[in-house]
């Protein structure tokens, strides 16, 4: 055995699969939320509701970055952004919400399109970034690309398993 070097096992790879799966599930949720809420408030009620949710952050810490860049991000919101942005998270949240029930249940082609999928989300949270300049989206893209890698493994694990299992 190397010293200090250890391999990370298949089923802590399986469980860390999971886990991020559900996490970006459980993200998924809120988006949802967020789009359609986006779609059907207007310019006005949205700002309101900003307002009210951070005027405590903003109580506690005047310059809190966060809410400040909600807050910012509201008011600036345009008609045609508020729009894009509304297709963006519903489209974004169902989407993630389908292949992750499809890689969830490892139905097999569900790996190759869920990889393709999220490196489209990559590549286009990658773009935005180089307009937006938003961290966040390099956040965003960093956990994805953990994902990715992720669902790669799971992907050749259950085919190796596969065809392991028609062999006898």
């Known amino acids: 055995m190397r010293s200090g070097h250890t391999r990370p096992s298949g ?3 399986h469980l860390a699969f999971a886990v991020t799966l559900c ?18 408030m207007s310019r006005q009620s949205l700002v309101a509701f900003v307002v009210w949710l951070t005027c405590d952050e903003f109580a506690d810490d005047p310059h809190d970055v966060i809410a400040g860049f909600l807050l910012r991000s509201a008011q600036h919101l345009s008609v045609g952004t508020q729009s894009f942005a509304a297709a963006y998270l519903l489209g974004h949240g169902v989407i993630k919400l389908w292949l992750i029930a499809g890689l969830l249940q490892s139905k097999l082609w569900y790996f190759p399109v869920a990889l393709a999928l999220f490196a489209s989300f990559v590549a286009f949270q990658v773009y935005r970034f180089t307009i937006t300049h938003s961290i966040w989206l390099l956040i965003l893209s960093a956990v994805d690309i953990v994902v990715i890698a992720l669902t790669w ?9 596969s065809k392991r299992s028609r062999r006898h």
């Not at 493994?153 to 398993?161: G, I, V």
Request: net charge positive; proline share 3%.
């Open 11 to 13: 089923k802590n790879l």
């Open 23 to 40: 996490a970006k599930a459980a993200f998924a949720l809120p988006e949802l939320i967020a789009g359609a809420a986006t779609l059907f």
């Open 153 to 161: 493994f799971e992907y050749r694990t259950l085919r190796m398993s």
